[in-house]
Structures are given as C-alpha cells and as structure tokens.
C-alpha cells in the first residue's frame, strides 16, 4: 500500500491520498473495481460510460476511485468492501440523492472523500466531523480561477488572494487553490459545500496534507 500521508492526527482522523495509475492494482490485488461495487454504483457507472467520447475512461475511473474508498472504509471497519452501504440522505431537508455520504449501520463513523485527475483523498473519523479536498494546481490557467474568485472567495478569504501586480501568475493559482481547498474541505465536513464552511464549529482544526507535485490537499475536523 503506497499512503502519501497516512494520518493527520493520529487520535482524532485518518487520512490517505493515493495516486488511482500508481496505486489502484496494489489495492485491489486480483479483484476488479466492478466486482465490489453496489448495484447502484455499477449502474451509475455505466451511465457516466454513455456521457461523452471518453466515456469509457471515466467510467473505469469512477469504479476505482468507489472500490478504493470501500477497500479503506473496510480495512478501519474490519468489514468486507463490497458489504458496505451509503446514505446519502440529506439531514437538513431529506432528500436521498444530495446529502453528505454516511456509512449504514456504523453511527459513530464520519468519513470524507475527494478527488481530482488522478488522485483521491479520503478521511475517516470515530471521534468527530470530517471533510477532506485536494484540487490540482499544475497547469491551471491564472485566467480560470480570477472568475471563480470573483465568485467563491469572502472578503475574508480575498486577503490571500494577491492581485496581479504582487504575485506571479502561478503563485496566484496555488494562493487561490489553497483557500479553495480550505473552503471545500470545511464545506464537506458540514454537508453543506461552500455555502455552509462559514458554519462550521470554532473548535474545527485544518491540516494541510503531503500531496502529489501538483496538488493541494487539506482535511477539516470537528469533534463536535
């Protein structure tokens, strides 16, 4: 098992960023990602299959990026990956399609997924929240994240986003990367996205994980 970062506090959550080219056979040995997959999961792959000329690609991408969070939720659980099942009902209104992922028949378990290219970051607690992000920085246009600036950052946040005349185009990226990655792992933890980080609890704690050149990583943790 290749973890970039196996934790990042060590009595409160587990953490672990996997490259899917690198990692992914190592994880799942002789199985193949459909074979531990739900019902639901494989038809939705097969869905995502029909999308686009690259259909194909992000179909097989999907499964892996589901059978390696299975295969981790297992190993903590000491359950079998393909017996698991998610909730995704969300709690503030009740819609079953929406809300923040939870494991059936494990209440005190809170776990956070994300991805990106070829990573995926997953967080897992028994004694709190959690969210976890990871976005890539490498080859992103300085031109894509200035709207998205405009759009996503507080004025709070705006005091680490550098205008033109004080930072490079690539240091402008990675500033507006890092507080994005701030925001969406804070969102994630509450199942609320970008709208609900500004409510999170004052006692949350941030870190900032070992990720890929090229990526930016950060897990979010609440004990309340």
Same mark, same amino acid.
């Given at each position: 098992m290749r973890v970039l970062r196996p934790q990042a506090e060590a009595t409160a959550v587990d953490s672990w960023l996997y490259r899917l080219s690198i990692d992914g056979p190592t994880l799942l040995g002789t199985s193949g990602p459909d074979e531990l997959l739900s019902e639901d999961e494989r038809a939705r792959a097969e869905s995502i299959g029909t999308l686009s000329a690259n259909g194909r690609q992000l179909r097989d991408r999907f499964c892996l990026r589901r059978a390696i969070l299975r295969i981790v939720l297992a190993r903590q659980l000491g359950a079998h990956a393909q017996a698991l099942e998610f909730d995704r009902r969300c709690r503030l209104c009740g819609d079953p399609t929406h809300g923040k992922p939870r494991l059936v028949g494990y209440p005190g378990i809170d776990f956070s997924c994300a991805y990106r290219s070829d990573v995926i970051a997953i967080a897992v607690s028994a004694t709190g929240l959690v969210g976890i992000d990871v976005e890539e920085t490498a080859g992103v246009d300085v031109r894509e994240v200035e709207g998205l600036a405009a759009t996503v950052l507080t004025e709070r946040d705006s005091q680490y986003w550098p205008p033109p005349e004080a930072a490079s185009? $690539? !240091? /402008? %990226? %990675?500033?507006? =990367? /890092?507080?994005? %990655? $701030?925001? !969406?792992? =804070?969102g994630k933890l509450t199942g609320r996205g970008l709208v609900g980080e500004s409510q999170v609890a004052a006692d949350l704690s941030l870190s900032w994980l070992s990720a890929p050149t090229g990526y930016l990583a950060a897990v979010a943790f609440s004990p309340s």
């Open positions: 185009d $690539a !240091e /402008r %990226v %990675v500033a507006f =990367c /890092r507080a994005f %990655v $701030a925001k !969406e792992a =804070c």
